[in-house]
């Protein structure tokens, strides 16, 4: 008789721990991606991991089973597109700056599309913790050693990128997940792996390197897609919001045990600013949707 509560409380809790597992394993394929920069360099690394990422998501969902309008297809284009630049110019940017702060500054990118299309007047206090998240990294004690700029215009410009991944995977929402998110990474694949391949030449054909790369694609894309996908048809999307908001600080901590990157006080508190602003945005945006039993987790 105890069987059943035992089952209903774990369909709760299932989709939970599938956005937690999503986002930890996202930052763990990451971090061992990271080690292959001495080898191929951040754009040979990108074009690992996309390219990988693409033949693994084509083999699992076979897209080509759906048909395809061809209004859909110039949207698709435009959405592998920002996908492929938006990890080629993050992976640029955790060259020179650390990987949870990368992360925290990305962030502004899905957090200004929310703001853009908001209204309400509690918008304004996340966009004010944003912002300050944000200038809490900028150098403004002359004594504190300040981020590599370069490394910040490009976590900037994987915000812009993934700001625009938003905006045009709307377009494609009404496609089976899988399909869309099999052909925008192949879309990615054709974008980013050339400039790869230019970069680091044929130290990509070693086998030993291509292996790495598989397992690579599967942490950080294979396993982490198909574990949102589990969490999106249980949660509604401010609880998937919520949860994913502690992105930020999983990659600082990953960054501190895996590639040993110590932050400042200050640097966390940055961290935390703008998980609130993330978590705050995504819970008041869809006021609106109806709750079910595993929102009611989170509050």
């Given amino acids: 008789m105890s069987e059943a509560p035992n089952m209903r409380r774990f369909e709760r809790v299932l989709p939970l721990l599938a956005v937690l597992g999503s986002v930890v394993a996202l930052g763990i394929g990451t971090s061992f991606a990271k080690a292959l920069f001495p080898v191929v360099g951040s754009l040979g690394t990108t074009a690992l991991r996309v390219?990988?990422?693409a033949l693994l998501l084509l083999?699992?969902?076979r897209p080509w089973r759906w048909a395809l309008a061809p209004a859909d297809r110039l949207s698709l284009i435009r959405y592998g597109v920002a996908l492929g630049?938006?990890?080629?110019?993050?992976?640029m940017a955790i060259r020179s700056i650390p990987f949870g702060l990368a992360v925290a500054i990305e962030f502004t990118g899905p957090l200004t599309v929310a703001m853009l299309s908001s209204r309400r007047r509690i918008d304004f206090v996340w966009l004010a913790l944003a912002v300050t998240g944000l200038a809490m990294l900028?150098?403004?004690?002359?004594?504190?050693?300040?981020l590599d700029p370069t490394g910040v215009l490009f976590a900037l410009g994987a915000a812009v990128c993934w700001g625009s991944y938003i905006v045009f995977g709307k377009r494609v929402g009404h496609l089976h997940a899988g399909q869309s998110v099999a052909l925008g990474l192949t879309v990615a694949a054709m974008a980013v792996v050339p400039i790869g391949v230019w970069h680091a030449g044929t130290a990509l054909l070693d086998p030993a390197?291509?292996?790495?790369?598989?397992g690579v694609a599967a942490v950080s894309s294979a396993i982490p897609i198909s574990l949102e996908m589990v969490a999106l048809k249980r949660l509604p999307k401010e609880a998937f919001g919520v949860m994913s908001s502690m992105e930020p600080?999983?990659?600082?901590?990953?960054?501190?045990f895996v590639l040993d990157e110590h932050l400042t006080a200050l640097q966390w508190l940055a961290i935390v600013a703008t998980m609130l602003a993330a978590a705050g945005s995504a819970f008041t945006?869809?006021?609106?949707?109806?709750?079910?039993?595993?929102?009611d987790v989170l509050t």
Avoid at 85 to 91: A, D, E, H, I, T
Avoid at 209 to 214: E, K, P, R
Avoid at 249 to 256: F, H, I, K
């Fill in 85 to 91: 630049f938006m990890n080629l110019m993050f992976y």
């Fill in 209 to 214: 390197l291509l292996l790495y790369g598989v």
């Fill in 285 to 295: 945006a869809q006021r609106g949707t109806p709750s079910n039993e595993a929102a």
């Fill in 249 to 256: 600080a999983v990659a600082a901590v990953l960054g501190l």
């Fill in 51 to 53: 390219g990988f990422s």
């Fill in 59 to 61: 083999c699992i969902w």
């Fill in 138 to 146: 900028l150098p403004l004690d002359p004594g504190t050693k300040p």
